[in-house]
């Protein structure tokens, strides 16, 4: 019999189990795979390797797909070369061309339907407030942030007014 590959979900970890057709019985652990149930990506782009492997395994863990990069100029180049993003998590202070926030007003002015996070240990110094949905301070606690995500890309597009 042909097996087909079937979404489970279980709080919040996901799998694709080989279920044999016409049977409700997996075909043991060499037929799980982990997989992204809710189609969630997230950017994460933060120039200290530590920091964004942090965050970056925190969401993964939680069943997000997550793209890496360490500056606004790798995060841009992601964006236009066509990669899905719903949510972009962006240090404010980044190497190269583009700091972080010339990159969600980048991508609020041609990518209005991603969500923009900013995280930064300084104040936000941008000229609106209104530009991003989430400003998180550094340090943050990941799994508080992890909610905050989640419950953001669960609510409306735009920043709050």
């Not at 200290?48 to 990069?69: H, K, N, Q, Y």
């Amino acid at each position: 019999m042909p097996a087909s590959w079937v979404p489970i979900l279980a709080g919040t970890t996901c799998a694709n189990v080989r279920l044999r057709t016409g049977s409700s019985r997996a075909t043991g652990m060499a037929g799980v795979s982990l997989a992204n149930c809710n189609q969630k990506r997230i950017l994460v782009v933060e120039d200290e390797p530590a920091i964004r492997l942090m965050i970056a395994d925190a969401l993964r863990t939680s069943g997000f797909e997550v793209v890496e990069t360490g500056s606004g100029d790798e995060a841009l180049a992601v964006v236009e070369n066509g990669t899905t993003v719903h949510l972009a998590f962006v240090d404010v202070r980044l190497p190269g061309t583009m700091d972080g926030i010339a990159l969600v007003s980048r991508l609020r002015e041609t990518h209005p339907d991603i969500k923009l996070a900013v995280v930064s240990a300084y104040p936000p110094d941008w000229p609106s407030p209104r530009l991003v949905e989430v400003f998180i301070g550094k340090p943050y606690d990941v799994s508080r942030t992890v909610t905050r995500l989640r419950a953001l890309l669960e609510g409306p597009a735009g920043p709050a007014h």
